[in-house]
């Protein structure tokens, strides 16, 4: 298994600018979740999925879009980038059925906006 | 402030001796995950306690939870220079369709050889 994986690793936009983070794991978990990570700020929940076809909103979804076509794949949509939304971007997944939704994380997408 | 914090924010020791991180939460919760973090690196799961449990062990970690505090603790014995890492606690307050899972800010722990 390959677990979760992101792509790209690392991306730099300018201000405005549209781009699709992708995330998919091959664990066939039914949820999954983008967080954003800033210094000392710890993770903060950008938008989760419990399936597919559900998307809800976490902490900070302003300036996000998400679908959930398939249960592998949740991407995030950043429509018009902010120097705001700097920040190291990590999609995790876990199984609802298990009752303790330990999340597996991929490795993450470092993003600059200028 | 957030759900959980973890206290402290740094920490330094010495190769061998133990590491003993905090976290403090508001509500109540269904379960307490702790996670590291490499540098650079996604989270990777290490412990999950339940509301009913008060400690668990696995391997050289040792967690405990109490519920009337609204505290964890971690604890690493004979660290070693590869537990460098940041550390979070993540609070479960999920209630029926609603899942929520909270991440603290973090403790480095940083191992000296």
């Known amino acids: 298994n390959a677990g979760v994986t992101q792509t790209p690793k690392f991306q730099v936009l300018k201000t405005g600018q549209s781009m699709t983070l992708q995330c998919a794991q091959d664990?066939?978990?039914?949820?999954m979740s983008w967080y954003r990570q800033d210094p000392g700020m710890g993770l903060r929940l950008i938008h989760y999925?419990?399936?597919?076809?559900?998307?809800d909103q976490g902490e900070v979804p302003n300036g996000y879009n998400v679908s959930r076509s398939t249960t592998e794949d949740f991407p995030l949509r950043l429509l018009s980038a902010a120097p705001s939304q700097t920040s190291v971007y990590f999609c995790?997944?876990?199984?609802?059925?298990?009752?303790?939704?330990?999340?597996?994380f991929g490795p993450g997408t470092r993003l600059t906006v200028t | 402030s957030q759900q959980g914090e973890e206290d402290p924010q740094a920490l330094s020791i010495q190769e061998g001796e133990n590491a003993t991180m905090n976290c403090s939460y508001k509500?109540?919760?269904?379960?307490l995950q702790w996670y590291r973090q490499n540098s650079g690196r996604g989270l990777v799961h290490l412990i999950l306690?339940?509301?009913?449990?008060r400690e668990k062990h696995s391997g050289r970690l040792r967690v405990t939870l109490d519920t009337s505090k609204k505290s964890s603790s971690l604890l690493i014995t004979a660290s070693r220079a590869a537990d460098t890492a940041s550390y979070f606690c993540?609070?479960?307050?999920?209630?029926?369709?609603?899942?929520?899972?909270?991440f603290g800010k973090g403790t480095l722990l940083t191992v000296n050889p």
């Open positions: 993540a609070t479960d307050t999920s209630g029926g369709s609603n899942y929520k899972l909270t």
């Open positions: 509500t109540s919760i269904n379960n």
């Open positions: 306690i339940r509301s009913n449990e």
């Open positions: 995790a997944s876990s199984r609802l059925a298990s009752s303790s939704y330990e999340q597996y």
């Open positions: 664990m066939n978990h039914e949820y």
């Open positions: 999925s419990v399936g597919a076809g559900i998307t």
